[in-house]
């Protein structure tokens, strides 16, 4: 069965730095999406992606945050200098349609130092 | 403004019994989709099943069936036949019609006693 695929699957970086996540969605999902997962707490959402613009974002999406599909297979998000509180998992997900399920790549877990 | 409420923090279930999830949910949008996902201990997000608000029948995938009151915002997920597996935090989703989002919960642990 297709999958999303994130990596890496850890990610250690110190306070400042830029970080890049990568995410491979689904291959004929149109719709793409970040999430993050801040340690016990709830799913928050950050951004959908389609037709290669953002379609919706959160308040958590500010300046510091961008998201692009390089490719026709990549699609990452950039937190431009991190600070500790960006420490979460951080999950892509893709959907065929935009009212399909959305399926969650397995995540990766950013630490910042 | 959508809300998503799961009011079970965590919950025990005896292996091979049933469980209910309880989730209810606020929306002025006449069309939307509810969702439910599994989050085992290794993190990943695994997506279980779909309602949506125009849907007749109430969803069923396996052993998983969503009890789908629309008059009561309620949208309870029931596990039958439960596994030593299906110990994980189960998270309620929502999308309006007009949103790209998924709106969650605070989820439920759910975990299965041998």
């Known amino acids: 069965e297709p999958e999303v695929t994130q990596t890496p699957s850890h990610q250690v970086t110190q306070m400042g730095q830029e970080v890049i996540l990568r995410c491979v969605p689904i291959s004929n999902h149109l719709y793409f999406y970040w999430y993050r997962q801040i340690l016990g707490q709830k799913v928050e959402f950050l951004v959908s992606?389609?037709?290669?613009?953002?379609?919706?974002k959160s308040e958590i999406f500010d300046d510091q945050f961008s998201v692009e599909r390089p490719d026709g297979s990549n699609f990452t998000l950039k937190i431009r200098s991190t600070k500790l509180e960006d420490s979460a998992m951080y999950f892509c997900?893709?959907?065929?349609?935009?009212?399909?399920?959305?399926?969650f790549g397995d995540g990766t877990r950013l630490s910042i130092l | 403004a959508q809300k998503i409420t799961q009011t079970q923090p965590g919950m025990f279930v005896q292996e091979k019994e049933a469980v209910t999830l309880d989730c209810t949910y606020d929306t002025s949008d006449p069309s939307y989709g509810l969702f439910w996902y599994k989050q085992p201990s290794s993190g990943e997000m695994i997506f279980l099943i779909y309602q949506g608000s125009y849907d007749q029948q109430n969803a069923t995938e396996g052993r998983y069936s969503l009890n789908f009151q629309k008059a009561r915002k309620s949208a309870n997920l029931v596990i039958s036949a439960s596994q030593l597996g299906d110990s994980a935090m189960y998270f309620c989703?929502?999308?309006?019609?007009?949103?790209?989002?998924?709106?969650f919960g605070a989820g439920t642990t759910v975990t299965v006693r041998a």
């Open positions: 997900a893709s959907s065929e349609y935009q009212n399909q399920p959305q399926h």
């Open positions: 989703a929502m999308r309006d019609s007009n949103d790209y989002k998924l709106s």
């Open positions: 992606f389609y037709n290669n613009e953002i379609s919706e």
